[in-house]
């Protein structure tokens, strides 16, 4: 009767063990199968740096197929040129050494230019996780690598097309500075010196570079109201009469509604 039991419970493991190895198989070829078929570059490292698992999209980044990637070792990989290898290495040492301090780290997302078997440069994100063992140490390295070539230009077309309208916007304003010095050449001068003034008193307030730009452009065209008054009231070389002391007086108004 004991040894019935005894049979029927190493029956029933062997049956839930048998249970358990077949949702692994599935489990572990659905995500095989998404792993390799997604675009972005899935590799498994060792803590040695040799590679566990290389994604076939590898190909379509780097050229390469994933044997031949696998064949090397991260430090003696194919992909990475000197430059990136170092800064990789730098987050890895860092990584680690927090591990070690008892901090646990989560992803690292890190930018790095890597190369394709045709000699080109390509531009990537590579998103790196630690594989824990059952002590929830690092025992592992899983990565995901993005190309991201087609950010990086669209971004520097960005920042070209905006260093583009500062310089116009620059243009305009010292071109603005200029015609108002010429209408009331008693003051040139004047204009420069407010907006070094209001660049400096910004700087003390600890404000950000773009608001210090503004005030110095701000500050260089503060008197542009001086467009609306007459030329012979402004450059007049007498005393002025209250009238034209009037008109005078509303440039201020005029430059505020302006700005």
Known sequence: MHSERVVRKLEKKVA?????NLTLRESEEKYRLLADNV??????????LNYFYVSPSVKTLHGYEPAQV????????LTLPPASWELAMKNL?????????GHLQGPRTIELEVLCRDGSAVCTEIRLSFIRDANNRPAGILGVTRDITKRKTFENERQQYVEGLRSTLAATVQAIAVTVETR??????HQRRVADLCGA??????LPVSQIDG??????????GKLSVPAEILSKPARLMNIEFSVIKTHAQAGYNIL
Do not use: C, K
Request: aromatic share 4%; net charge negative.
């Open 16 to 20: 839930d063990l048998a249970q358990m």
């Open 39 to 48: 675009a972005d570059v899935i590799f498994v490292l060792d803590m040695n």
């Open 70 to 77: 696998m064949e090397q070792t991260a430090s003696a990989t």
């Open 93 to 101: 040492a860092d990584a680690l050494a927090l591990e070690e301090a």
């Open 184 to 189: 009331d050449p008693y003051t040139a001068g």
């Open 201 to 206: 008193i910004a700087m003390e307030m600890g």
């Open 215 to 224: 005030l110095r452009a701000a500050g260089i065209i503060h008197d542009i």
